[in-house]
């Protein structure tokens, strides 16, 4: 086995091993179920919760994945970041979406899709899945910060941004050091990653579709 394959590999063990570490259990909990009423538990929450998730965990990586089949790739993970603080900020400013968890889930399958298929799709294409994507997934997050202060607010936002542009252009830019030119061609081990991304996510669809009925 060639360098170069082993490390390919050991980049999909180790997504698949994050997935799977991962508990729906835990997506809520960071700072035990309680609001933050500081910054530093504003922050922690913030940090925390994106990547204890199964749901946004899996998006996350799925981000990264499809990011890394552009050549402008790093910049796509911002239509992700720009659209989840907006939709925490809708859910603080009560707006109802129904259904909100399965559509969390099945933004997971989608992206996971993507980062599987063969073809690459348009770059706007993707920037507004990312769009749409991050807003119903920083609406579910807004569900731990609803009722705390502006200063652990403002701190759970910097923690939210900062861990998921950093995971999710980390992803992209390890995912691109394993692809061979052309970018837009994903490699089966990249493949296979996103396809344990959409599995996560159609698990939890299927978890979420009693609750939302």
Do not use: C, N
Not at 53 to 78: E, K, M, N
Not at 204 to 213: D, G, H, S, V, Y
Request: avoid cysteine.
């Amino acid at each position: 086995m060639t360098a170069r394959l082993l490390l390919k590999t050991r980049f999909a063990a180790l997504t698949l091993a994050g997935l799977a570490a991962a508990t729906p259990a835990l997506a809520h909990h960071a700072m035990d179920g309680q609001t933050p009423s500081t910054f530093v538990q504003g922050l922690l929450s913030g940090l925390g919760h994106p990547v204890i998730g199964l749901d946004h965990l899996a998006a996350l990586v799925g981000v990264g994945l499809v990011s890394s089949r552009f050549a402008r790739g790093l910049t796509l993970p911002a239509f992700w970041v720009v659209a989840m603080a907006a939709g925490v900020g809708l859910h603080l400013a009560s707006l109802d979406v129904p259904y909100a968890e399965a559509l969390v889930a099945l933004s997971v399958v989608v992206i996971g899709v993507a980062a599987t298929i063969r073809t690459t799709l348009p770059y706007a294409t993707i920037a507004a899945l990312f769009a749409i994507g991050g807003a119903m997934h920083g609406y579910a997050l807004g569900e731990s910060i609803v009722g705390a202060e502006a200063t652990p607010l403002a701190a759970y936002l910097v923690g939210l941004v900062v861990v998921q542009t950093a995971f999710t252009t980390g992803i992209a830019f390890v995912a691109q050091r394993f692809t061979k030119a052309p970018l837009q061609v994903p490699s089966l081990q990249l493949r296979l990653a996103g396809l344990a991304v959409a599995l996560v996510g159609a698990a939890i669809f299927a978890l979420a579709l009693p609750a939302a009925a």
